[in-house]
């Protein structure tokens, strides 16, 4: 299973698997070069990044490599700073769906604040 970002851009610092259901606390690489780029003087992780690292996170409790196949719904509600905000939690629930892969709820977030809630489907690539 190929991650683009995962062990570089991120990293899992923990992972509770079980019935359709993932918990995981990922950190970033606070010095990443994506960083540099978005933004100069003031880093926030792209949404883009925040995608992906959902489909690696499911894709490793999975042992599948997946890809985003619908989004029915992606909202970014406050912007992540790898600085004020180093970590994440990622909760994701699952369940298969035939001709699809999985359909998914999940959502980041640290304490009271929720950054990202996403419901869509991944397939198997």
């Given at each position: 299973?190929?991650a683009?970002l995962?062990?570089?851009f991120?990293h899992i610092?923990?992972?509770d698997?079980?019935?359709?259901?993932?918990?995981?606390?990922v950190?970033?690489?606070r010095n990443h070069a994506i960083?540099?780029?978005?933004?100069p003087?003031?880093?926030?992780?792209p949404?883009?990044?925040?995608?992906q690292?959902l489909?690696?996170?499911?894709?490793?409790?999975l042992g599948?490599?997946l890809q985003?196949?619908?989004?029915?719904?992606?909202k970014?509600l406050?912007?992540?700073d790898?600085?004020?905000?180093?970590?994440l939690?990622?909760?994701?629930?699952?369940v298969p769906a035939?001709?699809?892969?999985y359909?998914?709820?999940?959502q980041?977030?640290?304490?009271e604040?929720?950054?990202?809630?996403f419901k869509?489907a991944?397939t198997?690539?």
């Open positions: 299973m190929s683009i995962l062990d570089h991120y610092d923990s992972l698997v079980s019935e359709g259901k993932v918990n995981a606390t950190t970033f690489e960083f540099q780029g978005h933004f003087g003031m880093p926030v992780v949404g883009v990044c925040q995608t690292m489909a690696e996170v499911l894709g490793r409790v599948k490599e985003l196949a619908t989004a029915a719904s992606i970014f406050s912007l992540v790898p600085v004020k905000t180093p970590s939690h990622l909760s994701i629930t699952y035939e001709d699809i892969g359909q998914v709820s999940a980041y977030s640290q304490g604040t929720v950054f990202f809630k869509g991944f198997i690539s």
